[in-house]
């Protein structure tokens, strides 16, 4: 099993561009989420799905979209990249019964110029 | 006041000794308590998950809740070099909102 993979691993935008991150994961997980990771800032949550079709907002949602047609994927899509969304992206996932992530992927490490 | 306080380090051991990491948070409604340990230019990695007060054992790894004081520890004993990580504590409340807090994360590292 390859667990959660995200792409790209590395990635430099400009202002004003948009891209999307991509996550998929193979475990069969319900439970999908979204977090970047800031020096000093610690782990904050962006959004979040619970199942194929649900999403909700975390933290810190503002810019960022997301949709959950698949059980295995959940992409990330910034509209209109700003440089106060370089940071490094972790998406995680878990079974259905369980709400904290168990695996994460290894991080999409974005600046934005 | 934060939700999730933990004193960044970084913190430097030798090789052998136990290791006290700590956190305190300040929301009553949390019930579910973890840690993550996250490597270098890696995500984080589920390592230890309590459910209210008390002690919970793994190999070297002993996560400890005291709810009454609001306080989290993780200890390791006989620490590795290969334990040099950053450490991050995280709390979740039950049928509220389900969102985890994360702490910042305490470096640590052990030397041969």
């Known amino acids: 099993n390859a667990g959660v993979t995200q792409t790209p691993k590395f990635q430099v935008l400009k202002t004003g561009q948009s891209m999307t991150l991509q996550c998929a994961q193979d475990?069969?997980?319900?439970?999908m989420s979204w977090y970047r990771q800031d020096p000093g800032m610690g782990l904050r949550l962006i959004h979040y799905s619970v199942g194929a079709g649900i999403t909700d907002q975390g933290e810190v949602p503002n810019g960022y979209n997301v949709s959950r047609s698949t059980t295995e994927d959940f992409p990330l899509r910034l509209l209109s990249a700003a440089p106060s969304q370089t940071s490094v992206y972790f998406c995680?996932?878990?079974?259905?019964?369980?709400?904290?992530?168990?695996?994460f992927g290894d991080g999409t490490r974005l600046s934005i110029l | 006041q934060k939700e999730v306080e933990q004193d960044p380090g970084p913190l430097s051991v030798p090789e052998g000794a136990i290791v006290s990491l700590n956190c305190t948070y300040s929301n009553s409604a949390f019930q579910y308590f973890m840690w993550y340990r996250q490597y270098s230019r890696k995500g984080p990695e589920l390592l230890m998950y309590?459910?209210?007060?008390g002690n919970k054992e793994d190999g070297r790894f002993t996560a400890q809740v005291d709810k009454s004081s609001k306080y989290i520890s993780l200890f390791i004993r006989d620490s590795q070099p290969s334990d040099s990580a950053t450490y991050l504590c995280?709390?979740?409340?039950?049928?509220?909102?389900?969102?985890?807090?994360f702490g910042k994360g305490t470096k640590l590292t052990v030397n041969p």
């Open positions: 309590t459910y209210s007060s």
């Open positions: 995280a709390t979740m409340d039950q049928g509220g909102s389900e969102k985890l807090v």
């Open positions: 475990m069969n997980h319900e439970y």
């Open positions: 995680a996932s878990s079974y259905s019964t369980a709400r904290q992530p168990q695996h």
